[in-house]
Structures are given as structure tokens and as C-alpha cells.
T-cell receptor, first 113, second 112 residues
Framework: DTAVSQTPKYLVTQMGNDKSIKCEQN?????MYWYKQDSKKFLKIMFS???????INETVPNRFSPKSPDKAHLNLHINSLELGDSAVYFC????????????FGQGTRLTVV | SQQGEEDPQALSIQEGENATMNCSYK?????LQWYRQNSGRGLVHLIL?????REKHSGRLRVTLDTSKKSSSLLITASRAADTASYFC????????????FGKGITLSVRP
């Protein structure tokens, strides 16, 4: 019973393509996040949703569009992929934002060629 | 901007030794959290310490927090080869939209 699951685990695609990453949590949490981890392992928050509403958007290019159809799901759609988008993307969830521990998915390794 | 800064960046110790990792941050916080990441995996929460707490224990882990110095330390006692991983501190800054800001991480290698 995976708490936070994201798919796919690996994604290899060409520049200019559009791709989506899906995330689901079964923990009943009210907050979900997308983080980007670069090749140096630096983790940067991209988006945060609370009860389906966007509350944090950290100067991410407009090509990235999150969508939260319900509290348990937060998907990430990326348009016109660029080489620099190559990274590992993590979905996470928590209860009451950063006041409590976050649970992370296993990550999606995106490679743009 | 990055909130937490861990040091050292890399640490290599022998099994059975203790490992101490430090984290410094810049602004007031609500809490500070430590996470572990094994190679190719997601982050796993280890411990959360609130701004009004000074020390917490969990098994072989001991975390301290000094808000006057804006620093925290994570001590792993009697290390095992399975402790080999990257360790991150993350802060929930006071007053900000509730979000965790991570440091760059420390790579710990425990030699059998």
C-alpha cells in the first residue's frame, strides 16, 4: 500500500514534446507538492496545493502546469520540454502544510534528449 | 533562496562510529526536519523538531536545535552500512506560506 505513488518512474522524451507525471496519495493529507531535484541533488519546491488550491508557485516557467482534480491527486504537465528540464521530480504530501512531516513518492526521472 | 545549509557535504566513517551532521539556516523557523534519501529513492522523513524544542531522540538518532545560532545537528550513533545515504535538513520558515525548504544534503558513507 504505497502512501504516495507517482507514475511513471522513468520518462525519456525528445525536446519539444509534452509530457505528464501523475501523483496520488492515500494518506488523507490536505497538502501536496511537486519538488525538482537536479543532478547535484538540490531539491527545490515547485508547487504546493492545499485542498486542491494552488498556494505556492515558485517562479516555475509557464510550461509547467500542475493540476489537482481532488485532494488525493496532483498531476504535473510539462509543455515544450527542454534539455534543462531533465531532473528527478518528486511528489510529496503532508497534513497542514510544512507543520508536519512530508511523505515523498519514489520520484520520476525525466530525461530530455 | 536556499534556507538550509548542511555540513560537511560528504562524510565517510567506519561502521560502529557515530556520524554528526550539521545544518544552518537563515530565518526564523516553525520547525526543522531531517530526511534521508537512499540512492535512486524518494526522501524518507526521520525526525521533526519544533522551534521551542532543543533536543529529540528517535532510536539511534539524536537531533538538536539551537535557534539562537540558527543551527541543528543530526547524530547517528553506532552507524551501520545501511545508514549510507544522503541526509537533508529542511526548514519551515516562520511567516511564509507553509513550505519546506531543503538544504543541499550530506552524503554519508558507512564502510563495513
Amino acid at each position: 500500500d504505497t502512501a504516495v505513488s507517482q507514475t511513471p518512474k522513468y520518462l525519456v522524451t525528445q525536446m519539444g514534446n509534452d509530457k505528464s507525471i501523475k501523483c496520488e496519495q492515500n494518506l488523507g493529507h490536505d497538502t501536496m507538492y511537486w519538488y525538482k531535484q537536479d543532478s547535484k541533488k538540490f531539491l527545490k519546491i515547485m508547487f504546493s496545493y492545499n485542498n486542491k488550491e494552488l498556494i505556492i508557485n515558485e517562479t516555475v516557467p509557464n510550461r509547467f502546469s500542475p493540476k489537482s482534480p481532488d485532494k488525493a491527486h496532483l498531476n504535473l504537465h510539462i509543455n515544450s520540454l527542454e534539455l534543462g528540464d531533465s531532473a528527478v521530480y518528486f511528489c510529496a504530501s503532508s497534513h497542514q502544510g510544512a507543520r508536519t512531516e512530508a511523505f515523498f513518492g519514489q520520484g520520476t526521472r525525466l530525461t530530455v534528449v | 533562496s536556499q534556507q538550509g545549509e548542511e555540513d560537511p557535504q560528504a562524510l565517510s566513517i567506519q561502521e560502529g562510529e557515530n556520524a554528526t551532521m550539521n545544518c544552518s539556516y537563515k530565518t526564523s523557523i516553525n520547525n526543522l526536519q531531517w530526511y534521508r534519501q537512499n540512492s535512486g529513492r524518494g526522501l524518507v522523513h526521520l525526525i521533526l523538531i519544533r522551534s521551542n524544542e532543543r533536543e529529540k531522540h528517535s532510536g539511534r538518532l539524536r537531533v538538536t536545535l539551537d535557534t539562537s545560532k540558527k543551527s541543528s545537528s543530526l547524530l547517528i550513533t553506532a552507524s551501520r552500512a545501511a545508514d549510507t545515504a544522503s541526509y537533508f535538513c529542511a526548514t519551515d520558515a516562520s511567516g511564509a506560506n507553509s513550505k519546506l525548504t531543503f538544504g543541499k544534503g550530506i552524503t554519508l558513507s558507512v564502510r563495513p
